[in-house]
């Protein structure tokens, strides 16, 4: 499979930055607005290349389902679309880094009750 290096690349308005971190499905970059310079993002490109029209579809489909999801640990959906073929999901950038890394930081601790609703 192709190596993933999108360092650079142009997704709309946005210029991809450095690599935030990646996984078995893809990787996530930031990406900062062209114009609205305050305005950052967080861009997960996954590895499957999709090719076909339902595989495209499908993807699509999975984007307008997670849209409706809303939760405080959840990050709301920017956009989505292909780049080079590669499906991505754009959403707002979490400073702090994700619910993951919060949960990690703990260690056997519990999470604190204001932070559980």
Known sequence: MREMNF????????????EINSGAFGSVYWAKHQVLSQRIVAIKLLRAYLGSTSERDQFLQEAQFLEKLRYRYILPIIDVGFLEGFPYIMTEYAVNGSLRDRLRSLADRPLPLKDRV
């Open 7 to 18: 360092v650079g690349k142009q997704v709309g308005n946005y210029h991809i930055g450095a």
